[in-house]
DNA sequence: ATGAAAGCGCTAACAG
DNA sequence: CTGTTAGCGCTTTCAT
């Protein structure tokens, strides 16, 4: 039952002659609209939308009534509409490289959590496509007007970092720092990550070096401050593999196989990826070298199987779910309302260092 | 230049009293809208919009004026609006539980892939999230107005169903098979899948099953009818080890770790991931347990790593990037207008022995 | 090939 | 606390 209906009585014409019969419209989708509940629930339309969206607003009465009407027609609110009308859509978009790299994805889930529980959904934009660049990505994702974004890295083209300022929403890069971010920035120094790797095993006592590297930007810029770091001992590698992405293990045993089938006999390999590096690992203890003893594998990220499987491999570890925590928490500030202006966070990163086999 | 305009010779009021002046709006979101590129092109709002949706029915000349109008303003499309006004939104939804799952990554990745390349996009939604339900999650998505829903399993709420029916969208429930799905469907029988490898195991000898199983849906329904199997076989299993999601290697040690506490010496272990018997076998190993001699270990899914890492890690090979492509491949021709009706693929498995260590 | 009018479903900004 | 009015920016439909 409805309210106790205080219909209308008999409310007079507006006008003369009613400028056309707005009875069905020409367009109609046929789904259930604001307007629906609204009719069936006796209140106007305003009245649904807040029910909907500002509870508090409306009488305890007035809303029962609203969530009958809206289970009764299976109402499902155009966010569409909502959006377009209020310039609010409560989508956050997220561009990672790919889903292929369980790095990001740790980020990402956390994000995902955190954003989700704040009523926003999250719009993933994968960039490693081949046929589309960032940019491409980018314009598509603005065009469904989100109301935050979150990069992967800090390199965008500079008609990329224009658009993302046009928009005017908040933006975090993440996974890596740059002393001019577009906004906000949580990420770590992929150059010091490099050089302390280098210290690390030339402390360590190791000479002969060898390195595993994906095609990924941020890898790279550790492996040119590592080589960096090498040189400043009076040392150099003695051979870089590279190998494609998506990063497998397989990839690191081929890598592994591919240094020792050119004469490299390493003491230390440093791989981009720990998937890379068990891979590395896989290949060298299948050929009867010992771990650490006879070469030392280093991998990076410090993903979960690295320590159960081979407790041997030793890596970087970087909190990749602080990330995503990180920039969520950011966002969310900003999207409350909040005064607060561009944050940046340097979340570190630590090396770990297991030879227990 | 815009092209030699023929500006409408001051055109007689239409009203005696102009209803109010419509000169700046108050709600003006500051961004760049068709009409501000129509207005620098001299044309009209809707031949703009024409050259971005179908250039063809555009002179050559106009579409070059409204190119340059489009690069000097900066306009990026508002998908709110035109979605709104077209009821298409170029967006795909797909729910699948989490991304801690590569099973299920490989799956996105070509339907990503493939639906970008038509112009698609790929909204994500995880269902696996502890506070929210599928049907939340899926009432929030089509809230969006997405042209087309892809599903993880086939097990839905009614009310789900129903909306899904109602919003009169293409539908593909995928990872498992049902005679009686929503719409379209792409996947496997996981039963089938559970009889096989006891059907496998036994035949090779073994006699002393145990199962580590993770909390997904479609695990309990392997393992319910490989315990069926051994049942036909006369036999029981030793023992089953659950262990939480999101799975792990770690968890997977540990799942082995506690079977042996426990007492049980199992000569065989189905696992519902190869990420879990990648943990069991690592398990095994550092006990000095030979694979497959002592134990043999049976995952789920022929991830990379398995065939790579532990040459005795015998699985079920799933083509999960045949779902993702088929279900693209599905969507596509049904939102490229076809007649075409339902769809259903069994895409099948293998299992794959790997005992060569 | 281009334009004018109307409206998609919703919410902001006032009234009352 | 609730309703009225006027768009949000775009595309459909129908003219020209």
Redesign the interface.
């Known amino acids: 039952m409805a309210r106790s209906a205080s219909s209308p009585p008999g409310r007079k014409a507006l006008r003369e002659t009613p400028p056309s019969e707005p009875r069905t419209s020409t367009r109609s989708?046929?789904?259930v609209t604001l307007g629906d509940v609204a009719k069936l629930a006796g209140v106007s339309p305003i009245t649904v939308s807040r029910a909907l969206n500002h509870p508090e607003l409306v009488t305890p009465e007035t809303l029962e009534t609203v969530r009958q009407a809206i289970a009764e027609t299976?109402y499902?609110?155009?966010?569409?509409?909502g959006?377009?009308a209020s310039?609010r859509?409560k989508?956050v978009a997220a561009i990672i490289p790919?889903?292929?790299n369980?790095m990001f994805?740790d980020t990402?889930?956390p994000l995902?959590?955190l954003l989700?529980?704040a009523g926003y959904?999250?719009?993933?934009?994968?960039s490693g496509?081949p046929?589309?660049d960032e940019q491409e990505l980018l314009?598509?994702?603005?065009?469904?007007?989100p109301d935050a974004i979150v990069l992967t890295g800090v390199n965008h083209s500079d008609e990329s970092r224009?658009?993302l300022k046009?928009?005017?929403i908040p933006v975090v890069e993440m996974w890596d720092l740059t002393p001019a971010p577009i906004d906000s920035l949580v990420g770590f120094s992929h150059e010091k990550v490099g050089k302390a790797v280098a210290d690390f095993l030339f402390h360590k006592g190791y000479r002969r070096f060898a390195l595993v590297c994906a095609g990924d930007e941020r890898a790279r810029i550790r492996r040119r401050s590592f080589l960096e770091a090498l040189g400043g001992f009076g040392l150099e590698s003695l051979a870089t593999v590279d190998v494609p992405t998506p990063t497998?293990?397989?990839m690191?045993?081929e890598g592994m196989a591919r240094l020792l089938a050119d004469g490299h006999r390493p003491d230390a390999v440093f791989c981009s990826s720990d998937?890379l590096a068990?891979?590395v690992l896989?290949e060298a203890q299948s050929r009867g070298l010992r771990v650490p003893e006879d070469v030392a594998v280093m991998g990076f990220a410090d993903l979960?199987?690295a320590?159960?499987?081979f407790p041997a491999l030793s890596t970087v570890h970087v909190d990749r779910a602080a990330i995503g925590t990180r920039a969520a928490e950011i966002l969310l500030a900003r999207l409350g309302g909040k005064p607060a202006g561009p944050t940046m966070v340097d979340i570190g990163f630590e090396i770990i260092e297991r030879a227990s086999a």
């Open positions: 989708t046929g789904s299976g499902v609110p155009n966010l569409l509409a959006g377009l310039s859509t989508l790919t889903l292929g369980a994805i990402i889930q995902n959590d989700t529980g959904q999250l719009l993933l934009g994968l496509f046929t589309t314009k598509g994702i603005l065009s469904r007007r224009q658009r046009a928009a005017k497998t293990v397989r690191g045993r998937v068990h891979g896989a979960d199987f320590a159960y499987t």
